[in-house]
């Protein structure tokens, strides 16, 4: 998105204020809803079109707001996210098939309840460097994603337990470090499965 977060979060603020003047943005905390968005590239013509769809059925708080408008946001992208997936094993260049993977995990975090998703930018900044750097850097940075969804997955708990459970048989006769790198791989192989997230390494084709 080329626009900066105030010029993206000042047009949208006054669409929502002169269409639902019972909404006020009061502080900071209500500006991280905003800032969600700008964060996630969700366009500033699609906010304004879900409010203007929503004037029938106006929001209680901006709180619903913010759940109603990622959730018809995740519908838009859901109907794309079979297409992208198939694009991205397909012979694209190495920039096509960057976008298609910020478009794969645009569509993870949407599922997560957190509002800071700067990790995106991070692969966004990966993007403009030289293809030969590109896959040693989306190696950290697959480290760095798998970590930050499983801390805010709602589903830690029970893919933890998962991992533990298909482990327990060789926990006591394995080397302590050979275990915890499994335990790791495991990890992140249920999230991967779980979120249909594609590998990481596939972007730089010879």
Same mark, same amino acid.
């Given at each position: ?27 900071s905390d209500d500006q ?29 708080? #901006? ?6 408008? @990622?959730? +018809?946001?995740?519908?838009?992208? *859901?109907? %794309? &996210? ?48 030289d293809d030969e750097l ?15 969804? #499983? ?6 708990? @029970?893919? +933890?337990?998962?991992?533990?459970? *298909?482990? %327990? &048989? ?37």
């Amino acid at each position: 998105m080329d626009r900066s977060f105030s010029e993206y979060a000042r047009e949208i603020i006054r669409y929502i204020s002169e269409t639902f003047p019972h909404l006020h943005f009061k502080g900071s905390d209500d500006q991280k809803i905003i800032k969600r968005w700008y964060h996630l590239r969700i366009p500033d013509n699609f906010v304004m079109k879900c409010v203007t769809e929503m004037e029938g059925d106006s929001p209680k708080t #901006l709180k619903e707001l913010g759940k109603r408008i @990622e959730k +018809l946001f995740k519908l838009e992208k *859901k109907k %794309e &996210r079979k297409k992208i997936n198939q694009l991205y094993k397909g012979p694209l260049t190495t920039s096509e098939r960057l976008q298609c993977l910020y478009d794969i995990l645009q569509d993870v975090l949407l599922s997560l309840p957190v509002d800071n998703v700067l990790i995106l930018e991070k692969l966004r900044e990966i993007s403009e460097l030289d293809d030969e750097l590109i896959e040693e850097q989306l190696e950290i940075f697959e480290d760095d994603f798998f970590t930050f969804l #499983l801390n805010n997955s709602p589903d830690k708990d @029970e893919i +933890l337990k998962e991992a533990t459970a *298909k482990l %327990e &048989r060789y926990r006591f006769y394995w080397d302590e470090k050979i275990y915890k790198i499994t335990y790791k791989a495991l990890v992140k192989k249920i999230l991967r499965e779980r979120y249909e997230i594609p590998e990481f390494t596939i972007v730089v084709v010879d």
